[in-house]
């Protein structure tokens, strides 16, 4: 076990150093902010202030996609669930990663799920299509527990989700019907609010890593830098 910096740390505070092989605190990698004093009006509701939390789950969305792995990142509302992926998103290299967003509502369904993968790839060879130009992609799937149960107790459009993700395809719905046509060079990271009303069905769950959002306690705020405010404020 890590020595703890603080008597509430848990395992969790820490990761190893692949530099030194020993454990660091990952409040060492939260990196500095500062107010943004050159804009004359900022716009509060867009500035993003990295704390722990936030810096851990991306590591973790950096982590299961370097293994060419699915991620669902789960927690209640304003816990920064989609700031952290679009974040994670915008780091990639444009040139060789492309990226889409699909937010699902209740009146999503299988159909229009499959049309806008379907629209975001291009044919390679046979029935093996992949995002345009050669490049990579990754979907984001916001929501994701949005869609309706019917009456079986199942959300058919998170069927096609898991289909995609567990076969790599979806079977055409144009001629000639039927045929499995594959997606590849395609990662897949979706957020949703805790389970309540809305969850999903344990299938959908099953090919993808879970990591929980919550909101920052005291602690965690008292890292954040102090906005260094101009004196007429």
């Given at each position: 076990?890590?020595?703890?910096?603080?008597a509430?740390?848990?395992?969790?505070?820490?990761?190893?150093?692949?530099?030194?092989?020993?454990?660091?605190?990952?409040?060492?990698?939260?990196?500095?902010w500062?107010?943004?004093?050159?804009?004359?009006k900022?716009?509060?509701?867009?500035?993003?202030?990295p704390?722990?939390?936030?810096?851990?789950?991306?590591?973790?969305?950096?982590?299961?996609?370097?293994?060419?792995?699915?991620?669902?990142?789960?927690?209640?509302?304003?816990?920064?669930?989609?700031?952290?992926?679009?974040?994670?998103?915008?780091?990639?290299?444009?040139?060789?990663?492309?990226?889409?967003?699909?937010?699902?509502?209740?009146?999503?369904?299988?159909?229009?799920?499959?049309?806008?993968?379907?629209?975001?790839?291009?044919?390679?060879?046979?029935?093996?299509?992949g995002?345009?130009?050669?490049?990579s992609?990754?979907?984001?799937?916001?929501?994701?527990?949005?869609?309706?149960?019917?009456?079986?107790?199942?959300?058919?459009?998170?069927?096609?989700?898991?289909?995609?993700?567990?076969?790599?395809?979806?079977?055409?719905?144009?001629?000639?019907?039927?045929?499995?046509?594959?997606?590849?060079?395609?990662?897949?990271?979706?957020?949703?609010?805790?389970?309540?009303?809305l969850?999903?069905?344990?299938?959908?769950?099953?090919?993808?890593?879970?990591?929980?959002?919550?909101?920052?306690?005291?602690?965690?705020?008292?890292?954040?830098?102090?906005?260094?405010?101009?004196?007429?404020?």
């Amino acid at each position: 076990m890590p020595p703890k910096d603080n008597a509430s740390d848990t395992i969790f505070e820490y990761l190893v150093d692949e530099a030194t092989c020993s454990w660091r605190h990952w409040a060492s990698c939260v990196p500095e902010w500062s107010y943004p004093h050159n804009e004359e009006k900022p716009k509060f509701s867009q500035l993003v202030i990295p704390t722990l939390d936030s810096v851990r789950y991306e590591r973790l969305l950096v982590l299961v996609h370097s293994i060419k792995g699915a991620s669902l990142l789960v927690g209640g509302p304003g816990t920064a669930k989609t700031t952290v992926i679009n974040q994670f998103m915008g780091k990639f290299n444009s040139e060789a990663m492309l990226s889409k967003t699909i937010t699902f509502s209740s009146l999503t369904t299988p159909g229009i799920f499959q049309t806008s993968i379907e629209g975001s790839v291009e044919k390679r060879q046979g029935r093996t299509f992949g995002p345009p130009g050669g490049k990579s992609m990754c979907v984001f799937i916001d929501d994701i527990s949005m869609p309706a149960v019917n009456e079986w107790g199942d959300q058919v459009t998170n069927e096609i989700v898991r289909q995609l993700l567990e076969q790599g395809g979806m079977y055409s719905l144009e001629k000639p019907i039927g045929d499995m046509k594959f997606v590849v060079d395609t990662c897949y990271v979706a957020a949703m609010n805790v389970p309540g009303a809305l969850q999903l069905t344990q299938g959908a769950l099953c090919p993808s890593a879970v990591p929980a959002s919550r909101f920052p306690c005291k602690r965690r705020c008292d890292v954040i830098p102090a906005w260094e405010r101009p004196s007429a404020l």
